[in-house]
C-alpha cells in the first residue's frame, strides 16, 4: 500500500512539473488568436465607420408635440386586410389636377416658381411625366386663392433605387403665406417668420443600410413657435427602375392625416391652428447622396365635401371623382377603397334597392376606347362591391358612357379630372 501511494506521488508530482508549460503554451496560442481577432475587428469597424461617413443617416428629430401619432404597420399582403382600416376618402370637387402632359421634357411648368433647379422627366418603368428635383429646389404651383378648410393633396412619388440613408426627406408644405410677398420654398419659413406653415418629411429608407425603414417628420412654424415629431413610413413599392409611394394628405380643419400607399402613418388630432388660412402649397428637396433624386407627379387637389352620399338615398343619385384607376386601366387604385367602403355602408342601408353603376372617361384617346374602358371601369367598381364588401351582385347593373357626358369642358387637367367620374343611380 505504501509502495502505490509512492508511486502515485512521483507521477503527480512529474505532473506538477509539465502544467505550468502547458499554461504558458495555452495562454501564448490564445494571445495571438486574440490579437489577430482583434486586428480583424478593427479592419471592420474601420469599413463600418469609412462607410458610415458616406451614408450618415439625418439626425433624429425629438418630438415635442403630444398629438396621437398612428405608426405606419408593415404593407398588407392582400386586400382584405387593409381595406378595414384604410379610411381615407378623396376629395370630390376637384381644385387642381396636373400630370405635367403638357410641358416638354426639360421644361419646368409654365406660372410655376421654381427655387433652385427642376425640371420635368419620364421615369422608366412608370407611365406619364414627373417633375425632378435637384438638390436645394422648391416647387410651388401657380397660387391659390384660398383652399378650404377641409381639403385632399394626392400626388405620386418616386425615388432612385437604391436610395442613400444620407439623402434628405422630401418636404411638402401647405401654408398661409402674404400674398404681397413671394415665398422661397428652400427656408423653412418659406422666407418669413410671419408665414404659418406645415411640413410633412417623408423619406423611403434604405436598402443598403443597417437600419432601412421609411420615416418621416412634421413640423408646424408659426410666430408663436415650432412643433416636431417623427414618424414611420415602411411601405414604399420596391421596384428596378425605382422606389413608389402614393402620398395622400387630409386636411379636416386642426386634423391632418397623412397616408402611404395604404397605409395610414400619421394623425395629428388637433395639429393645425384652427384660423389657418391655406394659399400655397411647396415641395422642397435639400440633400441627395450619389445620384438620389425624387420624382413628383399626378396631383390632385380637391375639396371634401359634407357627405354627399346619403344623396344616393335621398335623391336616387351620387357622383364621384374619388374612385381613381390606373392610366388607360380598370384596375382600381388602393387609394380608392376608403370611398368605396362608405358607398358599400349605404347600400346595405338601402335595404335590397337595385343600382346602375356609369363610369365616364375623359375625350383623350380614341373615342371607340373610351367607351369600352368606362365599361370595364363600371364593371371593377362592382366587382370590388360584391367581392370585398359583400354586396349582391344581383343588385348591381353597370353601364359605360364614355366620353359622351362630360361636366366640363376637357381644356385642362383638372377639367379631364372632373369628368373621369363613376355614378350610382339607384332604380326605382
Given at each position: 500500500?505504501?509502495?502505490?501511494?509512492?508511486?502515485?506521488?512521483?507521477?503527480?508530482?512529474?505532473?506538477?512539473?509539465?502544467?505550468?508549460?502547458?499554461?504558458?503554451?495555452?495562454?501564448?496560442?490564445?494571445?495571438?488568436?486574440?490579437?489577430?481577432?482583434?486586428?480583424?475587428?478593427?479592419?471592420?469597424?474601420?469599413?463600418?465607420?469609412?462607410?458610415?461617413?458616406?451614408?450618415?443617416?439625418?439626425?433624429?428629430?425629438?418630438?415635442?408635440?403630444?398629438?396621437?401619432?398612428?405608426?405606419?404597420?408593415?404593407?398588407?399582403?392582400?386586400?382584405?386586410?387593409?381595406?378595414?382600416?384604410?379610411?381615407?376618402?378623396?376629395?370630390?370637387?376637384?381644385?387642381?389636377?396636373?400630370?405635367?402632359?403638357?410641358?416638354?421634357?426639360?421644361?419646368?411648368?409654365?406660372?410655376?416658381?421654381?427655387?433652385?433647379?427642376?425640371?420635368?422627366?419620364?421615369?422608366?418603368?412608370?407611365?406619364?411625366?414627373?417633375?425632378?428635383?435637384?438638390?436645394?429646389?422648391?416647387?410651388?404651383?401657380?397660387?391659390?386663392?384660398?383652399?378650404?378648410?377641409?381639403?385632399?393633396?394626392?400626388?405620386?412619388?418616386?425615388?432612385?433605387?437604391?436610395?442613400?440613408?444620407?439623402?434628405?426627406?422630401?418636404?411638402?408644405?401647405?401654408?398661409?403665406?402674404?400674398?404681397?410677398?413671394?415665398?422661397?420654398?428652400?427656408?423653412?419659413?418659406?422666407?418669413?417668420?410671419?408665414?404659418?406653415?406645415?411640413?410633412?418629411?417623408i423619406h423611403p429608407g434604405s436598402q443598403t443600410a443597417a437600419?432601412?425603414?421609411?420615416?418621416?417628420?412634421?413640423?408646424?412654424?408659426?410666430?408663436?413657435?415650432?412643433?416636431?415629431?417623427?414618424?414611420?413610413?415602411?411601405?414604399?413599392?420596391?421596384?428596378?427602375?425605382?422606389?413608389?409611394?402614393?402620398?395622400?394628405?387630409?386636411?379636416?380643419?386642426?386634423?391632418?392625416?397623412?397616408?402611404?400607399?395604404?397605409?395610414?402613418?400619421?394623425?395629428?388630432?388637433?395639429?393645425?391652428?384652427?384660423?389657418?388660412?391655406?394659399?400655397?402649397?411647396?415641395?422642397?428637396?435639400?440633400?441627395?447622396?450619389?445620384?438620389?433624386?425624387?420624382?413628383?407627379?399626378?396631383?390632385?387637389?380637391?375639396?371634401?365635401?359634407?357627405?354627399?352620399?346619403?344623396?344616393?338615398?335621398?335623391?336616387?343619385?351620387?357622383?364621384?371623382?374619388?374612385?381613381?384607376?390606373?392610366?388607360?386601366?380598370?384596375?382600381?387604385?388602393?387609394?380608392?377603397?376608403?370611398?368605396?367602403?362608405?358607398?358599400?355602408?349605404?347600400?346595405?342601408?338601402?335595404?335590397?334597392?337595385?343600382?346602375?353603376?356609369?363610369?365616364?372617361?375623359?375625350?383623350?384617346?380614341?373615342?371607340?376606347?373610351?367607351?369600352?374602358?368606362?365599361?370595364?371601369?363600371?364593371?371593377?367598381?362592382?366587382?370590388?362591391?360584391?367581392?370585398?364588401?359583400?354586396?349582391?351582385?344581383?343588385?348591381?347593373?353597370?353601364?359605360?358612357?364614355?366620353?359622351?357626358?362630360?361636366?366640363?369642358?376637357?381644356?385642362?387637367?383638372?377639367?379631364?379630372?372632373?369628368?373621369?367620374?363613376?355614378?350610382?343611380?339607384?332604380?326605382?
Amino acid at each position: 500500500m505504501i509502495y502505490l501511494l509512492k508511486k502515485l506521488l512521483k507521477q503527480a508530482g512529474k505532473l506538477f512539473l509539465i502544467l505550468p508549460f502547458l499554461v504558458i503554451l495555452i495562454c501564448d496560442t490564445d494571445a495571438q488568436i486574440l490579437k489577430k481577432l482583434g486586428e480583424k475587428v478593427k479592419s471592420e469597424v474601420a469599413k463600418t465607420v469609412k462607410n458610415a461617413d458616406n451614408n450618415q443617416p439625418p439626425p433624429s428629430v425629438n418630438s415635442t408635440d403630444t398629438e396621437q401619432m398612428s405608426m405606419a404597420a408593415q404593407p398588407s399582403q392582400n386586400k382584405a386586410a387593409y381595406i378595414s382600416k384604410f379610411d381615407f376618402i378623396p376629395g370630390e370637387e376637384v381644385i387642381y389636377y396636373y400630370d405635367f402632359s403638357d410641358v416638354n421634357i426639360g421644361d419646368a411648368p409654365e406660372n410655376w416658381q421654381i427655387d433652385g433647379s427642376a425640371e420635368v422627366v419620364e421615369v422608366e418603368g412608370y407611365p406619364g411625366k414627373y417633375i425632378m428635383l435637384n438638390d436645394h429646389s422648391a416647387i410651388i404651383p401657380e397660387a391659390f386663392e384660398e383652399l378650404p378648410d377641409e381639403f385632399t393633396v394626392q400626388f405620386d412619388l418616386i425615388c432612385t433605387n437604391p436610395f442613400a440613408w444620407g439623402s434628405n426627406n422630401l418636404y411638402f408644405a401647405f401654408a398661409n403665406t402674404n400674398p404681397n410677398q413671394t415665398p422661397d420654398g428652400t427656408h423653412e419659413d418659406l422666407g418669413s417668420v410671419n408665414n404659418t406653415v406645415f411640413w410633412i418629411g417623408i423619406h423611403p429608407g434604405s436598402q443598403t443600410a443597417a437600419a432601412n425603414k421609411g420615416h418621416g417628420e412634421y413640423i408646424l412654424r408659426t410666430r408663436s413657435g415650432v412643433k416636431k415629431g417623427i414618424f414611420s413610413a415602411e411601405s414604399f413599392n420596391d421596384k428596378e427602375e425605382g422606389r413608389f409611394a402614393k402620398i395622400s394628405i387630409w386636411r379636416q380643419k386642426k386634423r391632418v392625416r397623412v397616408y402611404v400607399n395604404e397605409n395610414k402613418v400619421l394623425d395629428l388630432t388637433s395639429i393645425l391652428p384652427p384660423d389657418m388660412i391655406v394659399n400655397t402649397l411647396a415641395w422642397s428637396a435639400y440633400r441627395y447622396f450619389n445620384d438620389d433624386k425624387y420624382f413628383i407627379g399626378n396631383i390632385r387637389i380637391a375639396k371634401s365635401l359634407p357627405d354627399s352620399r346619403n344623396d344616393m338615398l335621398q335623391t336616387g343619385k351620387y357622383s364621384t371623382t374619388g374612385i381613381l384607376f390606373d392610366v388607360n386601366s380598370a384596375e382600381i387604385k388602393p387609394e380608392s377603397y376608403g370611398i368605396l367602403k362608405e358607398i358599400a355602408g349605404h347600400l346595405k342601408l338601402a335595404e335590397g334597392a337595385k343600382i346602375t353603376i356609369i363610369g365616364h372617361t375623359d375625350s383623350d384617346g380614341d373615342e371607340t376606347k373610351n367607351l369600352e374602358l368606362s365599361k370595364k371601369r363600371a364593371e371593377a367598381v362592382k366587382k370590388s362591391l360584391v367581392n370585398d364588401f359583400g354586396i349582391s351582385s344581383s343588385l348591381i347593373e353597370t353601364e359605360g358612357k364614355g366620353e359622351s357626358e362630360p361636366v366640363a369642358p376637357n381644356d385642362t387637367p383638372q377639367n379631364k379630372a372632373k369628368n373621369r367620374r363613376v355614378e350610382f343611380v339607384i332604380k326605382k
